[in-house]
């Protein structure tokens, strides 16, 4: 049996879902294929759950230093179960919503494994699709090194962990990209004992190095122990109790288990010529904001600029930046401004002062941001609307930012810039 479409899709995260509804925005026929769970990585397993349980334990830290605010909480105690429970609702609704919108909006979605045969051609059950156009959007998986394989008791993965049924009470977390710090930060509010693990020279190497300073003097300071320039090597089960874990400078950590945060590989696939590959499985930029933009983009035809792709950690503070970092540029060739948090008016009332805006300029216009503060993601697009319309920073400093706001930071930090 054939059917045939304008468009098939294999994969319903945010570039598959995504590139489905612009499909039919342009009056296209979509068929979308999903082997899971509709939404993805983003909604079922990354984003979504992950910012779900941050945000519970962002609330219990601040719980636990509100006595300072005029607020007295006392028996303070994390129930797992619940914060568990709260987040796989979270992320069932907004799968709900998912489903909806893609039924209301046309799009025939065929919950099944499917195969792309040719750049016409998919295959799923004993069906044959026929479309004009294939777009493969089948994403990533959690990456570790052969040595330490994810068993799911002692080497645990991002999609593990997101079932664990009680508080470990002490953990190490490879790797200290987006996902290791996110977990670093949750684990250390719920008061388990964390040990990050960094092979670079820093921690969070993908950041600025100033960032990067920055937030291992506030890790010092709320004691997240880490280690750079060592890596994991081993990982046994410990007789009496947890895991034993070898570190590459020879130091042996008993713990309840190991968070590889160690990166993620696109889904392995032939590349069919005339195939689409959009969102993490084109090897590109890892996110999903990158994965919906690339989608609308690609089924429209209009072009994008990828230098300009906001990156954010949550947590407290937020840490987003986008654009050039300091180390790569030539020193002398560029303006830099730094603008401490603390000196705002809203950082206080917030009991939130720790931080800064960093920017870069460049005859007279913005080529980077680098911000760790509360509402970092929201400042940062301010200035990246700025940085893609080319705007100079004489004119972005003729704009009137409200008091008293954490925005005030990017006006006082331009108007620093030498
Ligand atoms: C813990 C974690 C936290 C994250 N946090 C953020 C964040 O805060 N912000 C951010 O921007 N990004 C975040 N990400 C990254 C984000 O989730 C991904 O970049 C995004 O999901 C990629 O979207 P995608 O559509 O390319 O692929 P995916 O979301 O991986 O979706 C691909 C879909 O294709 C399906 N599929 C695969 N093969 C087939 C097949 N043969 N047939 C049918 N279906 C198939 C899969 O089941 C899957 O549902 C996070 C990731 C993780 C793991």
Redesign the pocket.
Known sequence: MTESYDLGI???????YTAAFEAIKCGKSVVL?????IG???LN???IP??TILHSAELFEEMKNSNILGIECTDLKVDLEKVMAHKDEVVAKLRKNLELALKNAGVVVVQE???IIDAKKIQAGNKLYECSQVIS????APFAPKSLNFDGKFILS?DDILNLKKLPKKVVIAGSG??GIEWARIFSSFDVDVCIVEMADHILPIVDLEVSKRIERMFKMKKIKFYTSVSVEKVHENSSNGCDVTLSNGEIYNVDFVLMATG?KP?EQNRIEGVKY????SGEI????F?IKQAVCEVSEIPYNKSLIPS?I?GTPEIAWAGLKEQDLIPGTYQKSIFLVSALGKSHCDNCIDGFVKILAQDGLVIGVHIISKEASALLQELIIAMQNKIPVEKIKQVCFAHPTYSEGIFECLCNLK
């Open positions: 294999v994969g319903a995260g945010p570039a598959g294929f999903e082997k899971d769970l993805g990585v983003c397993r990354g984003c992950t910012k494994y499917a195969d959007a089948v994403g990533s991002s987006a996902i993620r889904l959009i969102g993490d499985i890892q996110l999903a904001h994965a954010v949550y």
